[in-house]
């Protein structure tokens, strides 16, 4: 046994066991028996089980890589039958996005292209043989749904001061459809994933904060009238509002992993047990019938739904006070152009505090350009949900090409804006007809948020 001790003016350091007497000087004496007291505190932190789980699981769920059989600690195989990506973090990069082909002849691999047809009383419902979302991947004996491709279209403009633009728009190509083609009568909804940087902040935010800012029937006549998108919550049975994803059609963040588990990974979880089975599959169905184990049980979703509540933290932007000249004018312009009608900067959380996202998390029209004609509960084909606008400039990066709105068509802030029309289209043309300096500011203002 080892003893440090101090007392008046001697002090030395005992090994007992081996009768070895130290003498020290105090300080010295006083700074081991600190560090010795701080290690011996860590060490009782890490064999603590639940510090351990919480933290690691998450983490680990949202950066492993899942197949077909997994391990048998996570309760059951995983992967597939039908899939799009075969990790969260292939999708969900930390601090980034991933956009939409940068090459013609490239496969869409992170964008997910949804789908759904009319019946006959005019009704939305899920294509009936590729269901609502095209899984371009399979795990082995079955054909993947398809492969998606992306070519451009393009549209040119000018700025009030005679500078042009050019604008693009993605048109989606399908091809090796396993099961017949996707005819021109189908919807479909070309997404990138969002960052998820904000997704702590959005499960935030309180529900009243959300309906204190829409104007369904703008009665204050400025043209803006946004409002909540209401959604059928698997978890409660009711209509909630919808916070997440680019039409707010998800309400919390259990609901969202949930479903990009069942949808874009195959893993079946509490809220979706029945796994989405190819429809010629008989197999796959059978099994899913006998199965009684989930391929992700609670405790996994759980600690996944809290570590993404928790990567805001992770990234935390520093806090800029000493906003420049060029950020104060910036600021000034996206007031002035009506920006914060819809990026309001912050709204209420639930315990009072501000949530700062540059959103009011409510639809609006943005116009014919950015519609997908595709409804999402109560958002219509024209309506999407304000993109918060915090944080936004973390996706820059030398590798990365900055993808904006919701098909990554925007490469960059300009043409994000220039995008706008519908309920934002004075907005978008305060910043088309703004000086070139003026524009510039406000870029940058974009970029230090
Ligand atoms: C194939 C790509 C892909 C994979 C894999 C994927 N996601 Fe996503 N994720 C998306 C897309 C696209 C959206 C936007 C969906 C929408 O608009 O409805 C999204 C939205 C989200 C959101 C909502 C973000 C917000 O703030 O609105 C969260 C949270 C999320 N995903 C978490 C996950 C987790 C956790 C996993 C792994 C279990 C995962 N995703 C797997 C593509 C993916
Ligand atoms: C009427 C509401 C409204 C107004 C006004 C508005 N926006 Fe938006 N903004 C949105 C919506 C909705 C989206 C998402 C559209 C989409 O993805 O198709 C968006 C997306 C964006 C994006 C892309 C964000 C991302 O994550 O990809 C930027 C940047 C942006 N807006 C900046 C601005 C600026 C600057 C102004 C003022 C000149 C402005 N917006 C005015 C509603 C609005």
């Known amino acids: 046994m080892i ?8 002090y030395f350091f005992s090994n007992l066991g081996l009768g070895i007497n130290i003498f020290l000087p ?3 004496i006083w700074l081991i028996n600190f560090i010795l007291i701080f290690i011996f505190i860590f060490m009782v932190e890490q064999t603590n089980p639940r510090a351990q789980k919480n933290d690691g699981l998450g983490k680990n769920l949202f950066n492993l890589v899942w197949t077909d059989s997994i391990d048998e600690s996570l309760d059951g195989n995983g992967l597939g039958p039908l899939y799009n990506a075969s990790s969260c973090v292939s999708c969900h990069p930390k601090n980034s996005r991933v956009g939409p082909p940068r090459l013609i002849g490239e496969k869409a691999l992170g964008m997910l292209v949804r789908i759904s047809v009319k019946n006959n009383l005019n009704q939305e419902v899920p294509h009936p043989k590729y269901g609502t979302q095209i899984n371009t991947f399979s795990v082995k004996d079955f054909p993947a749904e398809g492969v998606i491709y992306v070519t ?14 050019q604008l693009r728009r993605p048109v989606l190509l399908f091809s090796e459809l396993a099961y017949g083609p996707i ?3 189908v919807l479909r909804s070309a997404r990138v994933p969002p960052s998820l940087n904000t997704s702590g902040k959005i499960e935030k935010v309180n529900d ?11 009665l204050d006549g400025d043209n803006i009238s946004g409002r909540p998108n209401f959604v059928r919550s698997k978890i409660t049975g009711s209509n909630q509002i919808g916070r997440f994803g680019w039409k707010a059609g998800k309400y919390n963040l259990k609901e969202q992993v949930a479903t990009a588990l069942i949808e874009d990974m195959g893993i079946t ?3 979706y047990p029945k796994q989405i089975c190819p429809p010629i599959d008989i197999n796959c169905k059978t099994k899913n019938n006998n199965r009684t184990s989930l391929e992700l049980n609670d405790k996994g979703l759980l600690s996944l739904v809290k570590y993404i509540s928790n990567i805001d933290k992770e990234n935390s932007n520093i806090i800029n006070n000493q906003a420049s000249s060029i950020e104060k004018l910036g600021k000034s312009l996206f007031i002035r152009s009506s920006c914060d009608s819809c990026h309001v900067p912050h709204l209420k959380g639930k315990n009072g505090e501000n949530v700062v996202l540059y959103s009011d998390l409510l639809l609006h029209d943005m116009g014919e350009g ?5 409804r999402e509960f109560e958002a219509t084909g024209r309506e999407w949900r304000t993109a918060p606008l915090v944080g936004l400039s973390n996706l820059f990066s030398p590798n990365n090409k900055i993808s904006l709105l919701h098909d990554g068509r925007a490469r960059g802030f300009s043409e994000a804006i220039l995008w706008h029309g519908g309920e934002a289209m004075d907005s978008r043309e305060n910043f088309r007809l703004m000086e070139k300096k003026e524009r510039e500011a406000l870029l940058s203002y974009l970029e230090s948020l």
């Open 3 to 10: 003893i440090f001790y101090a007392k008046k003016s001697h």
């Open 26 to 28: 105090s300080k010295i």
């Open 152 to 165: 451009w279209e393009y549209k040119n403009g000018t700025y009030g001061d005679g500078e042009s633009w």
């Open 183 to 185: 005819d021109s009568s």
């Open 208 to 218: 009243s904060s959300i309906i204190t800012g829409a104007d369904p029937d703008d």
């Open 269 to 271: 979880n509490s809220i």
């Open 370 to 374: 950015l519609a997908d004609q595709r």
